[in-house]
Structures are given as C-alpha cells and as structure tokens.
C-alpha cells in the first residue's frame, strides 16, 4: 500500500462505507454526492488493492480484507478524534499535560512558584518541566518543541515568536528587618556607603547599570558580593548588613525578614511578558496554561 496515497478523509469515508454497507447512505452521512463518494470508494480500493465492497442484493458486501480492516480503523480514527477534542475542549481538571518553560531564576520564583501551587488544584494532571533561559537558542527550541513558553522581557524576544505583556517590575531595596543603617529616604551618598550584594548573569562581575547610573550622578557604591542568582540574594541580605537592589515580586512574602525600602535614585525597571512559538498558539492545554499564568498574575 503507497501510504503517500492516502489521507484522513479517506479513511473517514471508508469507515462509514464499512458500517453502512451503501453508497448513497454513506454519502447522505458524510454530507457529500453519491458520485464523490463512489470516486473516494475507487481510490480506496486502489489503496489497498482490493475491492473493498462487492455489489449486492441490497446494498454492498464487505470483503474479507475490508472486514480484517474495520476493527483496527475505528480504533485508529476513534483515537485522533479523542486527540482532537481533548485539544479543543481541554479540561484542566483531567487532562494530562507537560509544558516546559524556560526563565530565570527570579521568574522562577515570583511566577512559576505560584503557577505550580495552583496547578495542583486546579489541574492536577499537568506538570511543569524548568528550562534555562538561552536567548540564543530560545527560537530553535521552540520550533523543535522543546520548550512550550518563555518568560522573559517580550522586547528582546525574536520577531518570529509570539509574546504577551505580564506586568512592569521595578527595583527594591532590601536589608535584614533590624539593618541599623537602612532607613526610608536614605540618600544616594548613605547608599553607596552600604555593603552591596549584586547579581551578575554572566558571573563575577561587579559592576552593572546601576553603577553607571550611580556615575553619572558622582556617586559609587560598596560592592563586597557578585553572585549569579538572585535566588541567593534575600537569604544571604536577610542573615548579615548587606543590602541588595532586586526585582520587587521576589521579596513580596519576605516581610517577616527583610526590610523593603524605594531605591534613593531612579534605577530602570523592566518588562516581563510571555513569549511562545506559532506551533503551540491554537493548542487548547497551552492556551489554559497562558490564560492561568495571566489569571495568577493579576490576582
């Protein structure tokens, strides 16, 4: 058999000329003319090299090979129907579902954390897979499938992808609850005095934007701690005098240990958004988990 040959319909059509043993009948339920269905009957049995049905006294007779081939059609055909309602008419409460998202530490923690706490209730038989955030490979990823959704800053995203604004993050201040030296209305010149803590992405790195903006106003600041992960940040800002700049979501549930004050100066924020590819936009499981994130955010 030349599977080339072959598609979907046909295989539609041969199943209900299976059940109903009539062409005309077969037809009227396929919401097609008498003679297309006789012309996709013709195919078929050029298909499968057999006649398939054999006129009768009423009606068509199935073959033998046609008989050998009803059973495990149906079942084929009644499995990518299920597929296809499943992604039409998802169902979070039964549907069983992987999504892998890529983000960084910090969206781990002030998205992503609360989306898998939520996801236990509400969809229990979906699970969350974390990936690095590559930008460079974020778009063949993608593609391949390999990752579902990204959460990142949208305007940096490549052209190609879809993307959704979240929210707009600003920076923070944090110290422990008790910091002697961190105060409301601080000035830029206490500020620089105290022990930073900064967070470099690439490693190591103790100069970021916020010391060229502290520069450019005559001002620097004490830099004692580079680490690569904000993740580390509150925990060790919350146990010593170090200060930190950081995204304000991160420490929205850290009030019983850290003190949480404006920046003395204005330091950039950015944008947060969701990126995804075009081949999981119309998935109906993909779409709840988007349309949830959104949901989560603006609670």
Not at 95 to 103: E, F, G, N, W, Y
Not at 137 to 162: K, N
Not at 206 to 229: M, W
Not at 263 to 277: I, K, R, Y
Request: charged residues 20%.
């Amino acid at each position: 058999m030349d599977s080339k040959r072959l598609d979907l319909n046909l295989l539609v059509t041969l199943e209900t000329l299976l059940v109903e043993q009539n062409v005309s009948k077969a037809a009227a339920r396929l919401h097609l003319s008498q003679p297309a269905v006789s012309a996709q009957l013709s195919r078929l049995r050029d298909v499968f090299d057999d006649p398939l049905l054999i006129p009768a006294q009423r009606g068509m007779t199935p073959t033998a090979k046609a008989i050998e081939l009803l059973d495990p059609l149906r079942q084929a055909l009644d499995q990518v129907r299920a597929t296809l309602t499943t992604h039409r008419n998802f169902d979070p409460a039964k549907a069983k579902l992987t999504v892998a998202v890529a983000c960084t530490d910090y969206l781990q923690a002030a998205v992503v954390k609360t989306l898998v706490v939520a996801l236990r209730t509400r969809a229990p038989g979906v699970r969350v897979a974390l990936r690095n955030l590559d930008m460079q490979q974020l778009e063949a990823q993608m593609a391949r499938g390999d990752i579902d959704l990204a959460l990142m800053t949208p305007q940096v995203a490549p052209p190609s992808l879809r993307t959704r604004h979240l929210f707009d993050e600003r920076y923070v201040l944090i110290g422990r609850r008790n910091h002697p030296r961190l105060r409301d209305g601080i000035t830029v010149e206490e500020f620089g005095q105290l022990e930073h803590v900064i967070v470099s992405l690439v490693g190591g790195g103790f100069v970021t934007p916020v010391d060229n903006a502290l520069a450019a106003l005559g001002q620097s600041r004490n830099v004692v701690l580079s680490t690569a992960s904000f993740l580390f940040v509150p925990e060790i800002v919350s146990q010593s005098d170090f200060v930190a700049l950081v995204p304000e979501r991160l420490v929205r549930d850290r009030a019983d240990k850290l003190k949480v004050i404006d920046s003395p100066f204005l330091v950039e924020g950015f944008a947060v958004g969701m990126v995804w590819h075009e081949r999981s936009h119309g998935h109906s499981g993909q779409r709840w988990i988007r349309e949830a994130i959104i949901s989560l955010i603006n609670a």
